[in-house]
Nanobody, 120 residues
Framework: QVQLTESGGGSVQAGASLRLSCVIS????????MNWLRQSPGRPRESVAV????????FYPDSVKGRFTISQDVAKNTVYLQMDNLKPEDTALYYC?????????????RGQGTQVTVSS
């Protein structure tokens, strides 16, 4: 059984920073492709960061590129999301997700999420 537990969200003003953490326990999941996503009411789910092979490569959509940074501490089974220069449109429930195999189309596991609220 795999469990993902996020923390670090909160309410901040525009321009502030937050660092989210996701602790993963259990097996099996593929550590080589970990994801952060966000969901807000009325908007589609959005992948905001992906990290491959412990940091050998990362991916960000244009909406967060240059402001968000994903990192991973494999020894601690933890994935981080550093969010800088936050904007009101970043307001959402942020959660991490994992796959049993990086080639899978769907996420097998996700956490409950941590709420981020950015005011102008």
């Amino acid at each position: 059984q795999v469990q993902l537990t996020e923390s670090g969200g909160g309410s901040v003003q525009a321009g502030a920073s937050l660092r989210l953490s996701c602790v993963i326990s259990g097996q099996p999941y593929d550590k080589n492709c970990m994801n952060w996503l966000r969901q807000s009411p009325g908007r589609p789910r959005e992948s905001v960061a992906v990290i491959y092979s412990g940091g050998k490569s990362t991916f960000y959509p244009d909406s967060v590129k240059g402001r968000f940074t994903i990192s991973q501490d494999v020894a601690k089974n933890t994935v981080y999301l550093q969010m800088d220069n936050l904007k009101p449109e970043d307001t959402a429930l942020y959660y991490c997700a994992a796959k049993t195999n990086c080639w899978a189309d769907e996420f097998a596991y996700r956490g409950q999420g941590t709420q981020v609220t950015v005011s102008s």
